[in-house]
């Protein structure tokens, strides 16, 4: 599985954005799509994961009433400066997937979400 982020930038705080996630390769084993986020120096952080095969969902504190995750992207919406990050998308292939990065087999390479105040 290959995964390939896009649509990072730079914003303001207030503004939104929408992250994609492209999946190719053996996407039929996947179960699971997440979402990171990443300041330097510091562990990576649970955002959203739905689940491939029946579009349930679960949000992580930081991206609760805020962000929208769908099968190929994550909607972000009233950016805060504190948002700042890399974003990642990550791909699972086990039934008990959850919000641990070590659960994730397939990681992309990351998209950078500036938001200035």
């Known amino acids: 599985v290959q995964l390939v982020e896009s649509g990072g930038g730079l914003v303001r705080a207030g503004d939104s954005l929408r992250l994609s996630c492209a999946a190719s390769?053996?996407?039929?084993?996947?179960?699971?799509m997440g979402w990171f986020r990443q300041v330097p120096g510091t562990e990576r952080e649970f955002v959203a994961l739905?689940?491939w095969r029946d579009g349930s969902t679960i949000y992580g504190y930081s991206a609760k009433v805020r962000s929208i995750i769908s099968r190929d992207g994550l909607q972000m919406n009233s950016l805060k400066p504190e948002d700042t990050a890399v974003y990642y998308c990550?791909?699972?292939?086990?039934?008990?997937?959850?919000?641990?990065?070590?659960?994730?087999?397939?990681w992309g390479q990351g998209t950078q979400v500036t938001v200035s105040s």
């Open positions: 990550a791909a699972g292939t086990r039934i008990a997937t959850w919000s641990r990065a070590e659960d994730y087999d397939y």
């Open positions: 390769g053996r996407t039929e084993n996947i179960y699971t």
């Open positions: 739905v689940s």
